[in-house]
């Protein structure tokens, strides 16, 4: 039996993580959280305390643990300071394999703290696995929720496309490789890559009623989102990646989740329909 924890255990990847192991006989999962109890609540799992700033949870969270899957946390760009104690900390508790939530192109983008999370544990004698996801399709019916169900998705992409993926595709080959203890890099994407106009279009086809895709200008977009999200930072960062989309630098596809897998990767128009009741 090989012991898992997985951090980030209630986020978007993470809760499928949480829900695939369960599913497996031959792993154990241990759901990491600064709230233990209320991670408990919603993943019905063993929890134990972890905040990735806070070296007194590291010996607990650590003890018996081989396998860990790693997330981190969108606050911490400090990785230096703030990512790597603790998973020095679990080399030092025997921790053998490492599953890490990445980016598509941390490979080649040195100055994303993916790239810089990447190189350590390259460096640190471990099994790695780095899985580099693209756009998760999850943002449509989080982040853009509310003006989806209004009829509009509004982004400063132009006619860029984004090879969208589901995060529950990129939990299925995190749990696969746990299992496997596969190591290596994976760029994980959907099975194409759609610009949103075409995004709103299978949005349309699925519920009652029209999604129309707007383009507004950078400086409008941020304005009107820093006035709805309150948070600068996070703008900034959506800013960044509709601008990789626009720039043409986001529609890469490869096939990785169906090599790992054996099946196809999810597309949009299944996402929208499974998660219909989001934007109703």
């Known amino acids: 039996m090989t012991h898992v924890l997985v951090t980030g255990a209630t986020g978007t990847v993470g809760r499928h993580v949480v829900d695939g192991i369960r599913d497996v ?5 241990t759901a990491a959280s600064r709230d233990p109890v209320r991670a408990r609540d919603r993943l019905d799992c063993a929890t134990v305390p972890f905040d990735f700033t806070v070296p007194a949870t590291y010996r607990d969270a650590f003890a018996d643990v081989e396998a860990l899957f790693l997330v981190r946390p969108p606050a911490l760009s400090r990785v230096r300071r703030d990512i790597v104690p603790a998973l020095a900390a679990a080399v030092g508790a025997g921790v053998e394999h490492v599953v890490f939530l990445s980016v598509i192109g941390a490979d080649t983008n040195p100055f994303v703290p993916h790239a ?4 350590w ?11 580099r996801a693209s756009f998760f399709m999850q943002n449509l019916s989080t982040t853009h929720r509310e003006e989806i169900r209004n009829g ?3 982004v400063p992409a132009g006619n860029g496309k984004t090879s969208f993926v589901d995060a529950r595709d990129v939990a ?16 994980l994407t ?5 610009d949103y106009d075409a995004v709103c279009r299978q949005l349309s086809a699925v519920l009652d009623h029209d999604v129309a ?3 507004p200008s950078l400086p409008r977009f941020l304005v009107s989102r820093y006035r709805l999200e309150g948070d600068l930072a996070k703008v900034g960062v959506m800013a960044a990646i509709y601008t990789t989309a626009r720039l043409g630098l986001a529609d ?11 099946r196809p990767p999810i597309d949009v128009r299944t996402f929208a329909r499974d998660n219909r009741s989001a934007w109703l």
């Open 152 to 154: 509009r998705l509004a």
């Open 190 to 194: 959907g099975p194409e890559a759609l």
């Open 172 to 187: 299925a080959v995190a749990v696969r490789t746990l299992r496997t203890r596969t190591t290596g890099a994976y760029d």
């Open 25 to 29: 006989p031959d792993l154990a999962v």
């Open 213 to 215: 895709y707007t383009d």
């Open 121 to 131: 544990l390259a460096d640190a004698g471990l099994e790695t696995t780095f899985l």
């Open 252 to 262: 890469r596809v490869t096939d990785d989740v169906h090599t790992v897998l054996d």
């Open 116 to 119: 810089r999370i990447e190189s």
